[in-house]
C-alpha cells in the first residue's frame, strides 16, 4: 500500500536538536495516525510521540516539553522536531503509520547518536 522514508538522523551533542522526517506514500498517509517510536540497544520498542490525522498529538513523558510532533499534509510528511536532547534519547527511530484499517507501516528506521 506505500512505503515510509525516513531522515534526518544523525550525530549530536547533549543539548542539540535534530529534526526527523518521514515522508509516506498518500494512500498510507490519508487518515493516518502518524508516530515516532524508538527503540535502544537492549530495550523494546517505545512510542515517543503521535499525531492523529486532525493534528491531535500525544506524547511520552520523556519527550514532553523536548520533542514536538507535526504533520504537514499537502506533503505527506511527518516530522519529530528534537531538543533539548540528552544520551538517552539515543536510539533507532521509526516511523510508523497506522491507518482507518488498524495496519501498521514502519519505515527502516534512523540512528539517533546523543553524545554527552
Known amino acids: 500500500q506505500g512505503q515510509l522514508v525516513e531522515s534526518g538522523g544523525g550525530l549530536v551533542q547533549a543539548g542539540g536538536s535534530l529534526r526527523l522526517s518521514c515522508v509516506a506514500s498518500?494512500?498510507?498517509?490519508?487518515?493516518?495516525?502518524m508516530n515516532w517510536y524508538r527503540q535502544a540497544p537492549g530495550k523494546q520498542r517505545e512510542l515517543v510521540a503521535g499525531?492523529?490525522?486532525?493534528?491531535?498529538?500525544n506524547y511520552a513523558d520523556s519527550a514532553k516539553g523536548r520533542f514536538t510532533i507535526s504533520r504537514d499534509n499537502a506533503r505527506n510528511t511527518v516530522f519529530l522536531q528534537m531538543n533539548s536532547l540528552k544520551p538517552g534519547d539515543t536510539a533507532v527511530y521509526y516511523c510508523?503509520?497506522?491507518?482507518?484499517?488498524?495496519?501498521?507501516?514502519w519505515g527502516q528506521g534512523t540512528q539517533v547518536t546523543v553524545s554527552s
Open positions: 510508523n503509520a497506522r491507518p482507518f484499517n488498524g495496519v501498521d507501516y
Open positions: 499525531i492523529t490525522g486532525l493534528g491531535r498529538t
Open positions: 498518500g494512500s498510507i498517509f490519508s487518515f493516518a495516525a
